[in-house]
């Protein structure tokens, strides 16, 4: 997904690392410093601002050459003059807008319901209405969530030996918690129009599985940090000092024996090599110490109903082990922490102040907690947060805006195929299948065509928000479950209609863009073209690439499992590719030390790993660019200079971002997010429509020698080109 919560920079300072890249002698990253002549370049006109409700002038930071680093020059004034709120770890300029809008509509609904108007009518209201009562109320509800905690911890402690603990496990992953493994129910690899069940890796509390393998200073802390954090929970669960600091000193060694018996996205590149068939008696063969059928009897789960997908056979065989060589107190201690770090929040002041310490304090730098009304906005979830969207819909969506964005997905397929006809990475065979794949491309857009009735979920008003937040994920859990043995409903919707993130599923061939990013700043029914492709379209463009490009490159247009590329392809595309990993290699973020912060030292941003979203961004940039042109070839017209520069000002504003120095560290060190910097420079320096809009003379940092560009999805455009694409839409006109 295009994520739109993304880890983001205070003042991410990118810098080349030229003397690197030339000892690789590799193409020079886009954006590196270089020496430039191109001094007091005219800016953007300020007529273009007019173009757009989109585009936010304020932003643009004029002392910047929008050749040198056109994010700067583009958010640059905003990111000065905006301050990173004490309850936020992350600002996203987009996000400000969209998230305000949406979540004030949200309470304003929800808040008119605790007062029994409803007269914004939705399938599920009246259990809306008792979700976000009991949430808000939580705090006064104490008692009743700490005797449903302590009725678990009991349950646990129950447990005699690990021939016992199947049961509980199932419970909790009921819970939606992924104690020991994960346990899904998921559409089958090789015909998706079937569900199966699927047990893959988990078991871990920290967001990756690297945080407990030590690889470096952060990680280390991180370690020593979390057991610290874990010492306290003991304590606040009742052991003494000592007590507590040898259990957590036992689960930490527990967990980081399922660490190191994790996959790494590595092992997970290709989905066959996660696709092993077993019975259940397989499942005993392989790890006989964990009763699989007492398990599945506890989930309510007939395996021999269902195929039984196993993600990683060495997990489980070491998984086993490990739960054969712990004493059982280690076990039982476990399996508390899974539900503590879970449920903390919902408990008491004392859990959650603790939890908040390290997850949000420590982890990410943030210094406040939310208010009540935004914890309980983020506390709908799955059939609850569905619900929730029907509201946001029907208070606030034009319906107007599905025609509009249909007919952009519709020119991007457009531009998708003319590309695809001029790639030189792909050969003939697989250049068919990928027409294709983006033929048969489906969209859901806005929200579904009917809301789901939650029948037989109860939610008590009054009652504590940890027993109605149990309530609602084992609803899901069984909604899931009972899935297996039907066929795959392509008209279910996978996410909330007030998301505020995109989608591209892989074994649906499907783009989601959901209600929550068609809204201004993002999409603008008032707004020209050039804005609208510039910002949303660029989403569209990022996503229909992921069904072409890499994982894309494992599945069919039915969404099933099928190496479409050649080996061939396979090939020239990695060799293509490789400039892409080099250009992120050639870039560095200036994040403050540790141990130091006043201090800043360069972190390099991993090229292999933010791969995939690389090269997603240059889709978007360049696609999006050439559906742009064509909706104004409808028009009879190519767009203006003013027009293109309204696009890419679009598109650089809608990157915009902040956050603190802990969070972008840990985006950096872990995620496959790029910062957002690289996400504008490193897409604008290799299109020479940009260098042209903005007269960026070479070698600027923004306009690298032509043979330092990545060209992965280039369309060799012309004026010769667009007339002709001016002449294919009179014809199809005429038809």
């Avoid at 953007?44 to 643009?60: G, N, Q, T, Y």
């Avoid at 020991?180 to 079937?194: G, I, K, T, Y």
């Avoid at 509009?404 to 997905?409: D, K, N, R, S, V």
């Avoid at 505020?500 to 707004?527: I, K």
């Amino acid at each position: 997904m295009r994520n739109l919560f993304l880890l983001m920079s205070v003042l991410p300072l990118l810098t080349g690392c030229e003397d690197i890249k030339s000892s690789q002698s590799a193409k020079a990253a886009p954006g590196a410093p270089v020496a430039s002549s191109a001094k007091n370049l005219k800016t953007v006109d300020s007529s273009v601002l007019e173009l757009s409700r989109i585009i936010d002038e304020a932003a643009i930071d004029e002392s910047v050459n929008p050749c040198d680093n056109f994010y700067q020059y583009a958010c640059g004034s905003w990111i000065k003059k905006t301050e990173l709120p004490a309850d936020q770890t992350s600002i996203f300029k987009t996000d400000l807008q969209l998230k305000k809008t949406i979540r004030e509509k949200l309470k304003s609904v929800l808040n008119a319901y605790q007062k029994g108007d409803f007269s914004v009518a939705s399938t599920n209201s009246k259990l809306l209405s008792n979700y976000y009562e009991s949430c808000i109320n939580a705090p006064s509800e104490q008692t009743e969530a700490e005797s449903i905690y302590k009725k678990e911890l009991a349950a646990i402690d129950s447990i005699k030996d690990v021939s016992e603990i199947a049961p509980y496990v199932a419970r909790l992953h009921m819970f939606d918690i992924k104690a020991l493994f994960a346990f899904e129910v998921e559409a089958d690899l090789l015909d998706s129009s079937n569900y199966i069940i699927s047990l893959d890796t988990g078991g871990l509390t920290l967001p990756d599985r690297d945080s407990y393998l030590g690889k470096d200073f952060e990680d280390t802390d991180t370690l020593i940090k979390y057991q610290d954090h874990m010492t306290r929970s003991f304590q606040l669960l009742g052991s003494d000092f000592v007590s507590a600091t040898n259990t957590a000193e036992a689960v930490k060694t527990f967990e980081v024996k399922l660490a190191e018996a994790s996959l790494s996205a590595k092992d997970r590149a290709n989905p066959k090599d996660l696709y092993h068939v077993f019975k259940l008696n397989d499942l005993q063969g392989v790890a006989p110490d964990f009763n699989w059928k007492q398990y599945f009897s506890a989930l309510g789960v007939d395996p021999r109903a269902s195929k039984i997908i196993v993600r990683s056979t060495d997990f489980l065989k070491k998984m086993n082990k490990a739960i054969r060589t712990t004493p059982i107190a280690t076990l039982r201690a476990y399996l508390k922490w899974q539900l503590n770090e879970e449920f903390a929040w919902y408990i008491n002041d004392k859990y959650n102040a603790e939890s908040f310490k390290f997850w949000d304090a420590y982890l990410n730098g943030q210094s406040q907690d939310l208010p009540r009304e935004e914890v309980c906005l983020n506390a709908f979830e799955g059939s609850m947060a569905e619900a929730l969207g029907e509201v946001y819909v029907r208070s606030a969506y034009d319906t107007k805006t599905n025609a509009q964005i249909e007919h952009m997905i519709e020119n991007t397929k457009l531009a998708f195929h003319t590309s695809l006809d001029q790639l030189p990475w792909l050969d003939p065979i697989s250049r068919l299948e990928a027409h294709n794949k983006i033929s048969q491309l489906s969209v859901k857009v806005g929200y579904p065509s009917t809301f789901k009735s939650l029948d037989g979920l109860k939610i008590e008003p009054r009652a504590s928000f940890l027993k109605n937040i149990i309530s609602a994920r084992v609803y899901d859990s069984r909604r899931m479950i009972q899935k297996l043995g039907t066929k795959a409903d392509t008209s279910e919707w996978t996410v909330a209609t007030q998301s505020l993130d995109s989608f591209y599923n892989h074994q649906r061939n499907e783009v989601t863009l959901p209600a929550g990013v068609l809204f201004p700043p993002n999409f603008d029914l008032a707004a020209g073209d050039a804005a609208n492709y510039g910002s949303i379209g660029t989403t569209i463009a990022y996503e229909i690439s992921r069904a072409i490009a890499l994982d894309g490159s494992y599945f069919d247009a039915k969404g099933n499992y099928k190496e479409w590329w050649s080996k061939g392809t396979k090939k020239s595309f990695a060799e293509t590719a490789q400039c892409l990993v080099d250009q992120a290699n050639g870039y560095s973020v200036a994040v403050s030390k540790p141990l130091n912060p006043s201090e800043t030292e360069p972190v390099f941003i991993r090229g292999e790993d933010t791969l995939e979203k690389n090269i997603a961004d240059q889709a978007g940039g360049v696609l999006a660019f050439e559906a742009f042109k064509q909706s104004f070839a409808e028009q009879n017209r190519s767009p203006s200079k003013k027009e293109n520069q309204t696009f890419f000002l679009s598109y650089a504003q809608s990157w915009c971002t902040k956050n603190t120095a802990e969070s972008l560290r840990r985006q950096l060190d872990y995620s496959d997010e790029p910062p957002a910097e690289f996400r504008v420079n490193g897409v604008l320096a290799n299109i020479s429509e940009f260098q042209n809009s903005f007269a960026c003379s070479e070698p600027t940092r923004m306009s690298p020698p032509k043979a330092n560009r990545c060209e992965v999805w280039s369309i060799n455009s012309t004026d010769d080109t667009q007339k002709k694409l001016i002449g294919t839409v009179q014809i199809k006109r005429k038809d």
